[in-house]
C-alpha cells in the first residue's frame, strides 16, 4: 500500500500530497495554477554562491521569481494556497549522475501542510511566508511577501498581453534541481541527509489556458534580523543580487499537475 510517515508516526500513516486517508493517491488532472514571474540578468560571482556542493551555473545568470496560485486540490479536500519560488539555470555534476534544469533555491509558501510534507518527503527547500492575493489596478498586477507583517518582497507586473505556447527547447532540461538537507541532532553544522533530488520533467498532462507576456520588476527588500528573524539570510543574500537588466514578465493559467511521487536523488 501507498503508506507514508511523518511525525507524530505513533498515530499511524500520514496523510498528505501523494497519501489520501487510506493510501490512495488523488487526481490532479483538475488542479489549477495561475504562475506570474518576472526575471532579471544579475552578476554570475554571487549567484555562483548560491549554489550547492557539485552545482555550477548552467547558461547566462538570469534569477526567476514565481508567484504561484496553486487551486482545487484534493489531498486539501479543494483548498489553495500560494508559493513563492526563486530559481535560476545550473548544472549538476555527481560522481555517476548528471543533471541540468532550474535550481530551486527556495520556495515559500503561507500553508504549513505543504510545507512539512515537501520538506520531508521530497526535499524542497520551503519557507513559510504571507503571500496575499494579487492586487490588480490599471493592468499593473501587485504581489508581496510578508512575515509577520514585515513586506520583504514586492513584484509587479504590467502591459501584459496574449502570447503563444513557445516552442520546445532545442536544449530540454532533466527537471528541477533541489539541495535536500536535515541537520545532525545535537550536533551543529553536521548533517544526516545531505543530497541533491530532482524533481522530473514532464510526466503528467497539462493545458495551458491562457498565457501572457509583459514587463516586470522584482525587489527584495534588505531585512534585519529583528525583521525577520528565522530567515533574514535568505532576503538579504536576494536583496544583494544587482540587477543589471530586466528579463520580462509572465502570467500563466494552466490546469494539471502531478504529486511528485517520480521525485528521485541523484548521486
Not at 555562483?48 to 504561484?68: I, K, N
Not at 503528467?204 to 525583521?227: C, D, I, K, N, Y
Amino acid at each position: 500500500m501507498n503508506l507514508r510517515y511523518r511525525m507524530p508516526t505513533v498515530f499511524g500513516p500520514s496523510v498528505g500530497p501523494r497519501s489520501g486517508p487510506g493510501g490512495e493517491t488523488y487526481d490532479y488532472g483538475a488542479a489549477e495554477r495561475i504562475s506570474a514571474t518576472v526575471s532579471f540578468l544579475t552578476d554570475a560571482a554571487p549567484l555562483s554562491r548560491l549554489l550547492p556542493p557539485g552545482f555550477t551555473l548552467d547558461g547566462p545568470p538570469v534569477v526567476t521569481v514565481e508567484w504561484t496560485a496553486l487551486l482545487n486540490l484534493q489531498w486539501l479536500a479543494g483548498r489553495s494556497y500560494n508559493t513563492l519560488g526563486v530559481r535560476y539555470n545550473a548544472r549538476f555534476q555527481g560522481a555517476t549522475d548528471t543533471a541540468r534544469g532550474p535550481f530551486l533555491a527556495v520556495l515559500w509558501e503561507n500553508r504549513p501542510e505543504p510545507i512539512l510534507s515537501g520538506r520531508e518527503e521530497l526535499g524542497f527547500a520551503k519557507l513559510y511566508c504571507d503571500l496575499p492575493e494579487p492586487r490588480i489596478i490599471q493592468g499593473h498586477h501587485h504581489l508581496t511577501a510578508a512575515w509577520d507583517h514585515h513586506t520583504f518582497m514586492q513584484m509587479e507586473l504590467h502591459d501584459l498581453a496574449d502570447a503563444a505556447t513557445p516552442a520546445a527547447s532545442a536544449s530540454p532540461v532533466d527537471g528541477t534541481l533541489h539541495y535536500r538537507y536535515f541537520p545532525k541532532v545535537s550536533a551543529p553544522g553536521e548533517a544526516d541527509v545531505h543530497e541533491v533530488v530532482l524533481t522530473p520533467a514532464g510526466g503528467f498532462a497539462s493545458e495551458v489556458l491562457s498565457r501572457q507576456h509583459g514587463q516586470g520588476r522584482v525587489s527584495f527588500v534588505p531585512s534585519t534580523w529583528e525583521q525577520l528573524p528565522t530567515m533574514y539570510q535568505v532576503s538579504q543574500a536576494l536583496a544583494a543580487l544587482p540587477q543589471l537588466e530586466m528579463r520580462g514578465a509572465t502570467r500563466v493559467h494552466s490546469r494539471g499537475a502531478k504529486d511528485l511521487s517520480d521525485q528521485r536523488v541523484l548521486r
